[in-house]
């Protein structure tokens, strides 16, 4: 079965940095558009950047465009998310996502599989 595993969260201050990943398995990796979402406590998930199964394109929320960048490697089957320049408000679970059509925008629901989520928390 399609497994996604995020690793990489952590404590941090504002402005630092930190490198998510997610390792996929089960699954023909080449065909499937991924994404990375974000939950508050007491809020919604919320989209935060896809990628192309390709790798050639990408799609942020317009929160983290030019801090934040999303990239995959699929000969690794893994999706990174590298975070700089992180906000207070950027604390959150993280979670990885896949759709086996090859969507890649940023509607929650077209996403099939999801990871267990990886908790990023920024100190101010």
């Known amino acids: 079965q399609v497994q996604l595993i995020e690793s990489g969260g952590g404590l941090v201050q504002a402005g630092g940095s930190l490198r998510l990943s997610c390792a996929a398995s089960g699954l023909t990796f080449t065909t499937y558009g991924m994404g990375w979402f974000r939950q508050a406590p007491g809020k919604e998930r919320e989209f935060v950047a896809a990628i192309h199964w390709s790798g050639g394109s990408t799609y942020y929320t317009d929160s983290v465009k030019g801090r934040f960048t999303i990239s995959r490697d699929n000969a690794k089957n893994t999706v990174a998310l590298q975070m700089n320049s992180l906000k207070p408000e950027d604390t959150a679970v993280y979670y990885c996502?896949?759709?086996?059509?090859?969507?890649?925008?940023?509607?929650?629901?077209?996403?099939?599989?999801w990871g267990q989520g990886t908790q990023v928390t920024v100190s101010s």
């Open positions: 996502a896949a759709n086996p059509r090859g969507y890649y925008g940023n509607l929650r629901a077209r996403y099939d599989y």
